[in-house]
């Protein structure tokens, strides 16, 4: 499981090394640590030399060690060991193991937008982590049409462990000047989905996959404080290629990027204008359409949606549960838009839409939220919305030579998407149900 994450996020890897200085400093911060820690120093010595860093939170900060110290202290346990697990656009993850406990637990730190662009305020975090709980209790009763249940699940936040009289699945601990809520989960021993460019993800999890989504937004539906959070606007993803055009060297940066082989300055610059040109006129097809559905919006209900339910956001567990992770990217939208960025990571390999899998993850979507002909004629709508907002964080990182673009799909992948969307809309048009589509 871990040797699977470390490969999918090869900057975990190297953060390893950074390892090896921390044990050699290790006996001067047990010392520092002595006159702070509650606990003998050893204590402290003991984890702190097994930690692989993260990539956004040095761990081997000292301001860092207080805020695990806090962590200890709220949470009334005593961590015996740490590794990093991955760091994504808002926050970073370790694995820890606390003596109180058998089974390893998660720690999320949650970043500030002053670490991470994608990084959520404390207050954002807060928002966030309440919906998780909410999640985590009322996902389990959900049905499909039938009334059967669907094996859908969200990870209950650790309040306090073991149990004391905290009460907060967050904390909110001042350091280095900024504010970072952290939140503890239990360590998921299973399976994650690869979409890997060889191996077609198993229609029958593209089928689980679809069940999933609709059975977590017929909950979602639910929530009583979903007016608080932002309104998904597709408006600021076409704003922001607007701004990338209109930069220059960002620009030729990103026709150098987007190149398989090395081009000259002037022919970076005009791949890079000619790339972001088309996304231009793209973008302002797409906002019309946008604006549009606002008319037909009882085709798809407003939920809180989940935003990013692409494969790596979910895991199947030992037991058989479908795994939904990561709400990082919740916002206030139409149902159909979450089903269009979902679509476009479960039912595609390399930038191609699998229509076999289009349509088993449509087919058990209506069998827990089934669809009007009108909601089936938005769906490649939708997706291109969705397909053209990961093209634009794919070219901000592209632009800005984000190292972490490494360890992530291209942005022509997506671009393919959009294309391979509106090829196929005629299809969705004259549908009245999913079974015609086939
Ligand atoms: N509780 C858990 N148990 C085991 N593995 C986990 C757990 N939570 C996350 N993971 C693994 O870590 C990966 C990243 O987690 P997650 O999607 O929550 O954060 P992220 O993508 O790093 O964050 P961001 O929201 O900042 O992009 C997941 O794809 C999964 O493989
Ligand atoms: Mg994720």
């Known amino acids: 499981m871990c040797a699977e994450i470390l490969r999918r996020h090869p900057l ?15 006996t001067g911060w047990a010392l520092a640590y002595a006159p702070l820690a509650y606990w003998p120093p050893f204590v402290v010595f003991d984890y702190m030399k097994q ?45 820890i193991f606390v003596k109180e406990h058998d089974e390893p637990l998660v720690l999320t730190i949650h970043e500030t937008p002053d670490v991470t662009p994608a990084g959520l305020t ?7 982590l309440s919906y998780v709980d909410y999640l985590a209790k009322a996902i389990p009763s959900a049905t499909d049409r039938l009334g059967r249940p669907v094996n859908v699940h969200v990870l209950q936040l650790l309040k306090a462990y073991p149990q004391s009289k905290y009460e907060a699945p967050f904390l909110e601990l001042t350091f280095a000047g900024c504010k970072k809520p952290v939140s503890l989960v239990p360590f998921i021993q ?6 890997s460019p060889e191996e077609l993800i198993a229609p029958q999890d593209v089928f689980r996959a679809g069940k999933a989504l609709a059975a977590f937004l017929s909950i979602s539906q639910s929530y009583p404080e979903a007016a608080s959070f932002d309104d998904f606007e597709f408006g600021l993803f076409v704003d922001e290629i607007n701004r990338i055009a209109a930069n220059k060297e960002g620009l030729a940066r990103l026709g150098y990027m987007l190149s398989e082989h090395q081009l000259q300055e002037r022919d970076a610059a005009e791949k890079g204008w000619a790339y972001i040109a088309e996304m231009k006129e793209f973008g302002q097809d797409l906002l019309h359409c946008w604006h549009k559905l606002r008319d037909v919006e009882s085709a798809f209900k407003s939920a809180l ?33 979450d089903l269009g960025i979902s679509l476009n990571s479960w039912a595609s390999q390399n930038g191609l839409l699998v229509m076999e899998n289009v349509i088993n993850f449509l087919r058990a979507f209506d069998g827990v939220i089934p669809f009007n002909a009108d909601a089936i004629s938005l769906i490649p709508v939708f997706a291109q919305i969705g397909a053209y907002r990961w093209e634009t964080f794919r070219i901000q990182r592209l632009e800005m030579q984000d190292p972490r673009q490494q360890s992530m799909r291209s942005p022509e992948e997506f671009q393919s998407l959009r294309y391979a969307w509106r090829e196929v809309q005629a299809l969705f048009d004259g549908a009245r149900s999913v079974q015609e589509l086939a």
């Open 12 to 26: 975990q890897v190297i953060s390893r090394g950074l390892a090896l200085d921390l044990q050699r400093n290790i």
């Open 51 to 95: 930690v692989n860093m993260a990539v956004f939170t040095d761990i081997t900060d000292p301001d860092y060690r207080d805020q695990l110290l806090e962590i200890e202290r709220a949470y009334r346990v005593t961590i015996d060991s740490i590794e990093g697990i991955t760091a994504g656009s808002s926050d970073t993850k370790f694995k």
């Open 122 to 128: 404390s207050e954002e975090s807060k928002q966030m």
């Open 190 to 195: 299973g399976r994650s989905f690869l979409n």
């Open 305 to 337: 949606i989940h935003g990013d339910l692409f494969t790596d956001n979910t895991m199947i567990d030992e037991s058989g549960r479908f795994i939904l992770l990561d709400f990082s990217e919740t916002r206030y939208g139409s149902m159909g838009l």
